[in-house]
Nanobody, 119 residues
Framework: QVQLVESGGGLVQPGGSLRLSCAAS????????MAWYRQAPGSQRELVAT???????NYVDFVKGRFTISRDNTKITVYLQMNSLRPEDTAVYYC?????????????WGQGIQVTVSS
């Protein structure tokens, strides 16, 4: 069974930092384009950042200069370094991506992890 498992969330004060990790498990052959999304209470899920298989990154405007997405293909893991966090960054963060496994190729979502920015 293929799974994406997020970790690294929690409570942080405004201006602080967190590093989210998203690890793929199962019989994985490769991971393709990956992304981080987030969903705040009462809001729709929104895209935060993407990273292609060759490492090309894209960010939405509200995180540019503060968040960095990266990947380690040998560890089958994607990261989101979040700096200068603001209360409005509070949300459940989800990892998403294309994975090739013994079950074929498919798009998967993680279960989500809570990030709370509050003093």
């Amino acid at each position: 069974q293929v799974q994406l498992v997020e970790s690294g969330g929690g409570l942080v004060q405004p201006g602080g930092s967190l590093r989210l990790s998203c690890a793929a498990s199962g019989i994985i052959f490769s991971i393709g384009d990956m992304a981080w999304y987030r969903q705040a209470p009462g809001s729709q899920r929104e895209l935060v950042a993407t990273i292609s298989r060759d490492g090309t990154t894209n960010y939405v405007d509200f995180v540019k200069g503060r968040f960095t997405i990266s990947r380690d293909n040998t560890k089958i893991t994607v990261y989101l370094q979040m700096n200068s966090l603001r209360p409005e960054d509070t949300a459940v963060y989800y990892c998403n991506g294309r994975i090739a496994s013994n079950r074929g190729a498919g798009t998967y979502w993680g279960q989500g992890i809570q990030v709370t920015v509050s003093s």
